[in-house]
């Protein structure tokens, strides 16, 4: 597994991990969809997310690799939904500015980029909370056997 960083300085040194991927594991904090880069004041991180999860997700060399999403800092999100609204950063958004409704338009948002013959497995996330976050590895891992096992034509 590796951690290949998601600032702009970070991304020329992916290339070097490309060979042999059989899982990607994508994070994006949901909680940023009011904030910028640090790198760039002017550009949304959500919206920055969104673009980078697409040429990550539809990338030639990804076109069947397995993509594993996690919805992060869905605590944050929780609390921050009820006072900025999701319009901050998605002005058609039709939904209630709650967790149910916002979360979902987000996994939706994010899922709906992928133009590949393959299914993007997305999960909401709270990184420090341990139950969490072992839960939600153990469905990573599931879904990594379940998609090698098909390779090998055992499943």
């Not at 948002?109 to 497995?121: D, L, S």
Request: hydrophobic share 35%.
């Amino acid at each position: 597994m590796f951690d290949v960083g998601g600032q702009r300085s970070e991304r020329r040194k992916w290339i070097h991990v490309f060979d042999n991927v059989t899982t990607i594991i994508f994070t994006v904090a949901m909680s940023c969809y009011d904030q910028t880069l640090r790198e760039d004041n002017s550009t949304n991180a959500m919206h920055e997310s969104i673009s980078l999860f697409s040429s990550i997700c539809n990338h030639k060399y990804f076109k069947l690799t397995p993509t594993i999403l996690f919805l992060n800092k869905k605590d944050i999100f929780q609390t921050k939904i009820k006072t900025v609204s999701l319009r901050t950063c998605f002005p058609d958004y039709p939904g209630r500015d709650n967790y149910e409704d916002a979360s979902e338009y987000l996994r939706q948002k994010m899922k709906r980029v992928n133009r590949q013959p393959k299914e993007i497995f997305a999960h909401f996330t709270i990184a420090t909370d341990t139950n969490n976050i072992n839960y939600v590895f153990d469905a990573a891992m599931t879904i990594i056997l379940q998609e090698n096992l098909k390779e090998a034509g055992m499943f």
